[in-house]
């Protein structure tokens, strides 16, 4: 029998996207509302969202709820506050959020804030704009009253200290890079919203911009359809737009389980020597309800809440 690697070495993608499909398990289905988030720490985001959904509270605000909790974490290692910082040793943070009427927010490569996403929600709401970055994005986050702190915590220091011995950037699948939380809800009025916010990959360049601040790459939301978000290295995301792809699969009438992976052989396709040493992961929510999550390397966990799942951490099926 041909191996999945093998048909991906062939390079024979329209039969690649029909074998994966069969892959997809029948949808996960649970009732309105619904809260789904990466990681284990996204079980701790959920409990903060799900204060806000299980109150008939807007999802738009349960996702900005539950992306704050690990951005204020200072022992959460890649989001917020103890992020690790870049090669130059300065904490940059990116996030974004995005509501039910395709409103968005973003800010990328913003020092000195611990609640990114709070920043990018009041771009999207105090704005013209979707995307603000750098000293441009401080400027505007300090006019609205958010504090100039110092991120970069005793360990991260010296985690980027012990880096600097032999600086070499090669990013470990689920090791030091595994924390961005993407989080997607559908709230009891039925729409949906989505976050995400990190400090990126671990001694990146200064001024690199990964997937996690751009909409469409990290985060996509269209309400009529669904939901999705990323992890993982985002230069891969953002090569194939993984979110609104997620979304798109879903739209031509893919499972989130089938979309997801499908996004990931697109990935594996685009790269397949380098897909074998990295992790991206996806996770999906639809309209109904039904979610799904897929990644490319074991390992990856995403927390789902909702009447019928207590805050539960699983493991997603992987492509390798
Ligand atoms: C980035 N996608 O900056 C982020 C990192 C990440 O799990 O998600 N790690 O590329």
Same mark, same amino acid.
Request: proline letters at 4%.
């Given at each position: ?7 991906? =070495? ?15 398990? %029948?949808?996960?289905k ?18 903060? #969202?799900?204060?806000? $959904?299980?109150?008939? /509270?807007?999802? $738009?605000?349960?996702?900005e ?8 974490? %200072? ?5 917020g506050? @103890?992020?690790? %910082? ?55 986050? $300090?006019?609205? @009253?958010?504090?100039?702190?110092k991120? $970069?915590t ?7 200290? *012990? ?10 699948a689920?090791? *030091?890079?595994?924390?961005?939380? @993407?989080i ?9 919203? @989505?976050?995400?916010t990190?400090?990126g ?11 996690? %601040?751009?909409?469409? #790459?990290?985060? +996509?939301v ?10 993982g290295? /985002? ?7 993984? &979110? ?6 879903m ?5 989130? =389980?089938?979309?997801c *992976? ?10 397949? =020597?380098?897909?074998? *040493?990295?992790?991206v992961? +996806? ?34 099926? &992987?492509f390798?």
């Open positions: 029998m041909t191996t999945r690697r093998k048909f991906i =070495q062939l390079g024979a993608l329209a039969s690649v996207a029909s074998v994966i499909k069969t892959w997809g398990k %029948p949808a996960v649970v009732s309105k509302p619904v809260v789904i988030s990466t990681w284990n720490f996204g079980a701790g985001a959920n409990v903060e #969202a799900w204060k806000i $959904l299980s109150a008939d /509270g807007r999802a $738009l605000d349960a996702v709820a539950g992306a704050r909790v690990p951005e204020g974490d %200072p022992k959460e290692s890649s989001v506050l @103890g992020g690790l %910082p870049d090669r130059d040793g300065r904490v940059t943070l990116d996030s974004c959020i995005m509501d039910e009427f395709a409103n968005c927010g973003a800010v990328a490569c913003l020092e000195h804030i611990v609640h990114p996403v709070s920043v990018a929600r009041k771009v999207m709401e105090k704005t013209p704009h979707v995307f603000l970055v750098g000293e441009g994005a401080l400027k505007f986050a $300090l006019d609205q @009253g958010f504090k100039k702190e991120l $970069l005793k360990e991260s220091e010296k985690a980027w200290k *012990e880096w600097l011995k032999t600086a070499k950037y090669k990013p470990v689920n090791i *030091e890079n595994h924390d961005t939380i @993407g997607v809800a559908i709230d009891t009025k039925q729409n949906l919203s @989505g976050a995400c990190t400090s990959m671990a001694y990146k360049m200064h001024g690199r911009v990964g997937d996690s %601040p751009i909409i469409g #790459a990290a985060l +996509f269209d309400n009529e359809i669904g939901a999705a978000t990323s992890t290295v /985002g230069e891969e995301v953002i090569r194939i737009v993984g &979110s609104h792809l997620v979304v798109e699969l739209r031509q009438g893919n499972s989130p =389980q089938q979309a *992976e499908l996004a990931v052989a697109r990935i594996v396709k685009n790269q397949p =020597q380098k897909s074998k *040493e990295i992790q992961g +996806f996770l999906a929510l639809n309209k109904n309800g039904e979610y799904g999550a897929y990644a490319l390397q074991k390992g990856f966990t995403y927390a789902v809440y909702s009447n019928e799942i207590p805050n539960t951490i699983f493991e997603a099926k &992987s390798y």
